[in-house]
């Protein structure tokens, strides 16, 4: 017996095991990225400043002060950089999305080119990736999907 799922045939005790299969996969690592960064430089710029004053023979009172004010002046600075890196991140997508939705109306024989050069990039061969091209031509969302996501334009 064969259930059929977007035009692929799977007989029943595969589509029962990736029913009940799950894969946790870890999404977090632009977060993660940005929390070591800010913490090294976070941690690393108060200590530096900190040594440096200690070494001039100056009061504990201006050390623990320009330590402060480092620690403040550093998160305006970090948080305007991810804010402009965020946004320039958003426009890039926006402009980008844009372009590809534009391409599929205005070039789409050259858009379906590009799909197929990019799965024949995977060793997929023209007779396996023509009915994917195919069926990304008739479902646009899915194709503007695909090209976005492809060239690993996310937007979270």
């Known amino acids: 017996m064969a259930a059929t799922e977007h035009g692929i045939s799977v007989d029943s005790e595969r589509t029962n095991l990736l029913n009940h299969h799950t894969e946790k996969h870890f ?4 977060i993660v990225r940005d929390i070591i960064i800010g913490v090294s430089d976070g941690l690393t710029v108060p200590f530096a400043l900190a040594a440096g004053l200690s070494g001039a023979n ?3 009172s201006i050390v623990l002060t320009a330590g402060i004010a480092e620690v403040a002046a550093g998160a305006i600075s970090m948080g305007l950089g991810g804010y402009l890196a ?3 991140e958003a426009d890039n997508y926006s402009r980008e999305l844009k372009r590809e ?3 599929i109306i ?13 799965l024949a990039e995977y060793g997929i061969q023209p007779h396996e990736y023509a009915p994917v091209v195919n069926a990304l031509r ?3 969302q899915a194709w503007l999907d695909f ?3 492809i060239f690993g334009l996310h937007l979270q």
């Open 58 to 60: 100056v009061t504990s």
């Open 86 to 88: 965020a946004k320039s």
């Open 27 to 30: 999404t977090a690592g632009e």
């Open 101 to 103: 939705q534009e391409e």
């Open 106 to 118: 205005a070039v789409p024989e050259t858009e379906a080119a590009e799909v197929a050069e990019i």
């Open 138 to 140: 008739k479902n646009p």
């Open 147 to 149: 090209m976005m996501n």
